[in-house]
């Protein structure tokens, strides 16, 4: 059984993945990056290949393993927190520690075997959107979960491994994730303040100043944040306040599901095809009512987003101790280059 | 002129280096890996092709740049932040930002075109602990300066750099890092509750258990953590307690210079000569008394020590986003591992 751990000085917590060990003898092979296809289990047709399915979008939404689906939404085969059991959730001398209880599914974004999504038509995009919506309603429901991170992993150099067929991957957890706590607290002390929530502030100043915007669409903002950690961070703001992802309407959906595609491209042209990780800031679900989870006050103050980093360069020893960032390309710099970049027609167009 | 800036949501501090901007044609390049021995200006009698000397340990103590040195300390040639300047600490719409003002040394720890510290005998690693504490102790007299990292990036996954000559990195910065910040937090926290340091308390309960620990010397303890964030995470710490490593006394400097070349020994031994990054963590500089910064507390609570991070695997999307890692090999494992390896002699006798 994997162990969810809590470092007791900072309180951050720690998945010890007992059950994919690796030993010393495991980190001295080089790694193999070639990409495989004809046996590729998310290929349409390879539907056996799979566990059992989640979802689907196919014509008609039946459960089926069978071909004619638009997105799929699978287990796992190597979860990194498992989905029977109980919590556990108990002390060990002085370290708090649980059992590794949580959902890990991966959304395949396409029926045939493309690598970088950046080449998928923005209907897919809408319907991986679709897809991961539903699945965190329906994570919602396990009373065990805090929170379902939904990100991405593009290019081996950022974890996407061994299967170039495009994908994204939601992680329930029993806890929140610190980086999400720590934005809860400091949306929430701006807010104790002002009265105002701090995200939709800084939206006014960023689309005043127009110097770190990459995009604007009918609903959302796309911007390279003002204390950006990477060359080309992104991040990706509804207009509209908004806490819960889950809860996105319709339109809004179809925008960003356009946004998604244009940034992808963008990066795509810009960098060279770089990998990247993308992943989603959203509320805890409603059910958690500790500490940082009153809905009624996360409601007000917090404002979800998607943060995108591509992963140009190797982090030093300095910025994993300090939590200090060196950052090599100011972000007005990144957020000019992404946004005079000149893309074809043909992509703007491409969702009704 | 390079800026910090803070995160306005949770409060970290980037540097932006202005100075050293890379734009989407850097990263395209392929990094050269290759060392330079011939006009490598670590190598002694090549003091000419480092910037003035700002300390060093030699038979006579001088600041000639000249041959017959241990250890010597020079300004970085590409620094980070710059040393002339005032904070101007200011604000920018909702934003907080500084001039990139700082300290940025290499400690050059051979006089010898040697790459991996674990061949180096003890007695040099005695001389660099030495000039760190020096350089610590005068870097804290400059008011700007709140912190000084002292951190070592070994091999070129751990961002080390072109030239493979040994040596580590003091940083001083205006600001506390984030990362010390939560230590200081956690400790206190605990230390309110308790009357005692977490650490310390920790230290009593893993000598009890034995399973985590890797050594131990006279003076010191070094075992992976209980939630490890990285396998074969190790730290370092001394037994007595200390918020300070720059008052280490003169024993404790020399069993901690035995213990981190046995250290680096086991690492080399049991990884095949593993990339890895350390970092101190210590206190802050006494005369800071902002938040985190009252010095009678920090004393009773906080407790310094060293944390080393072989660079195994790569991080993926879901641990830059939500500060949740995954360990796929339990730190009790990695413990057992590098306790029971067998290390030549030679090494155990080599500091009288």
Redesign the interface.
Known sequence: MPEL??????????????E?????VD??TTQDDSSVSEDCPFCEGHEALTPKEISAIRSENDLTARPGWKVRVVPSIMP?LRIEGKLNRRA????DLMDGIGAHEIIVESPHHIANAAELPVEQFHWVLQSVVARMVDLERDSRFRYA?W???YGS???AGRIAHVRS?I?A?P?T????K??L???RR?FEEKERC??C??LI?ERE?GERIVMESAHMVVLC?????F??EIWIFPKRHSCDFASIPSEEQKDLANVLKQVLLRLKS???D?P????L?TAPFRHHNGKVGHWKTIEADYHWHI?L?PR???????E????????????E?SAK?LRELVIEPEITTSYA
């Open positions: 751990r809590k470092d007791p000085l900072i309180g951050r917590w720690v998945i010890i993945a007992t994919r060990v690796r030993r010393p980190f001295l990194l060990k001398g002085m370290y991170l990100f991405k992993n150099v950022a974890g991957q992680i957890t806890v994730p610190k980086r999400v720590e934005e607290v400091g949306a701006y701090l995200l502030d800084l100043q100043l944040p003002f204390a950006s950690r060359p080309f810009a960098l060279n770089p990247y990780n993308y992943l800031h943060e980093i140009l360069s190797r982090l030093a020893g300095f994993w101790g300090s939590g200090f960032y060196i950052n090599p390309t100011p972000p710099e280059y």
